[in-house]
């Protein structure tokens, strides 16, 4: 079964400085992977996906995320964390059954807090 | 313009009654689901129709009936409201066309007293 894990329930990082979010992924075959936000009391808010090509992906507000097939792994990057950026962070995968299903499975969440 | 509004916002009710939560999507995408979040912020998908077929349907007790009277919107009915079934209820909708990202409404704040 394909699944995805986001060891940290929390990161905690200053204004300015790199922040990383991880996630590690288990699927079989090669994975489509995504990273959504949530912010306080609102809907997800769809970042960026991997789903072939380049190795890193760029999206929104200034994210990024590395997909490192022998690690298994794509966390979220970003170089200077912002106060606005503190948040709830998701990584999914979309699980492979083919036909018209587009099921994402979700990771249990990690709270970025950025300190002014 | 909002891609994917639901409505109510906030539904308040007592158990054992039925309450329905509404969806819309303007994105002109064929495929919509129903997601649940928990207290402790896990988020599990409940249902999912494809030009209103019914495509997922995990585990769900049946007091959970969704409609879909066109691709624009689905919506959830819930019968018998348990304590259980306080959530955030999230609709979100995709296209089959192949990017698989979904879009998320801003969630239904399900409260059974």
């Known amino acids: 079964a394909q699944s995805v894990a986001q060891p940290e329930d929390q990161v905690n990082v200053a204004e300015g400085n790199p922040l990383t979010v991880k996630c590690t992924y288990s699927?079989?075959?090669?994975?489509?992977l995504f990273w959504y936000v949530q912010y306080p009391n609102r809907g997800l808010q769809f970042l960026l996906k991997?789903?072939?090509?380049?190795?890193l992906v760029k999206g929104s507000y200034g994210f990024e995320a590395e997909f490192n097939k022998s690690q298994t792994s794509f966390h979220l990057k970003k170089p200077s964390a912002l106060v606005s950026d503190s948040a709830l962070y998701f990584c999914?995968?979309?699980?492979?059954?083919?036909?018209?299903?587009?099921?994402?499975?979700f990771g249990t969440g990690t709270l970025l807090a950025v300190q002014p | 313009d909002t891609a994917v509004s639901q409505t109510p916002k906030y539904l308040v009710t007592q158990m054992g009654n039925d309450k329905s939560i509404k969806c819309e999507q303007n994105?002109?995408?064929?495929?919509m689901y129903w997601y649940k979040q928990d207290s402790k912020k896990f988020l599990k998908i409940m249902f999912s129709?494809?030009?209103?077929?019914?495509?997922i349907n995990e585990t769900v007790p049946n007091r959970f009936s969704p409609k879909s009277p066109d691709k624009a919107h689905l919506n959830l009915h819930i019968n018998s409201l348990e304590l259980g079934d306080s959530a955030v209820y999230f609709c979100?909708?995709?296209?089959?066309?192949?990017?698989?990202?979904?879009?998320f409404g801003p969630g239904t704040r399900l409260t059974v007293t």
């Open positions: 979100a909708s995709s296209s089959s066309g192949g990017s698989y990202e979904q879009y």
């Open positions: 699927v079989s075959g090669n994975p489509y």
């Open positions: 991997y789903i072939t090509g380049d190795n």
């Open positions: 999914a995968v979309r699980e492979r059954s083919g036909g018209a299903t587009n099921k994402l499975i």
């Open positions: 994105l002109g995408h064929d495929t």
């Open positions: 129709y494809n030009n209103k077929e019914l495509i």
